[in-house]
């Protein structure tokens, strides 16, 4: 059964940084794609970043040069570092498997950038 739990979200200005991990247990993060997504109110959930088991990645227009995915396969954990955060970036960020797994959707973090 594959758990991921995501932690590292809080309230910033704008302009400010976060770092999102996403720890995860019955899947190894070395080699399945994973991504990271979220859901703004009012939105659908969107697909922010990739990482693929060859560690190629790649992002959403909206974020890139901002954003950037990464994993530590020991850890079996996946990042999320973002930088230059924009009110437009408040959400609640979800990881997943890329394509994601209906089943696997955690509870998510909540992502808030104050103007």
């Known amino acids: 059964q594959v758990q991921l739990v995501e932690s590292g979200g809080g309230l910033v200005q704008t302009g400010g940084s976060l770092r999102l991990s996403c720890a995860a247990s019955g899947v190894s993060v070395r080699i399945k794609a994973m991504g990271w997504y979220r859901q703004a109110p009012g939105k659908q959930r969107e697909l922010v970043a990739v990482?693929?088991?060859?560690?190629?990645?790649n992002y959403a227009d909206s974020v890139k040069g901002r954003f950037s995915i990464s994993r530590d396969n020991a850890k079996n954990t996946v990042y999320l570092e973002m930088n230059s955060l924009k009110p437009e970036d408040t959400a609640i960020y979800y990881c997943?498997?890329?394509?994601?797994?209906?089943?696997?959707w955690g509870q998510g973090t909540q992502v808030t950038v104050s103007s």
């Open positions: 997943n498997l890329s394509p994601p797994s209906f089943a696997s």
């Open positions: 990482i693929t088991s060859g560690g190629y990645t």
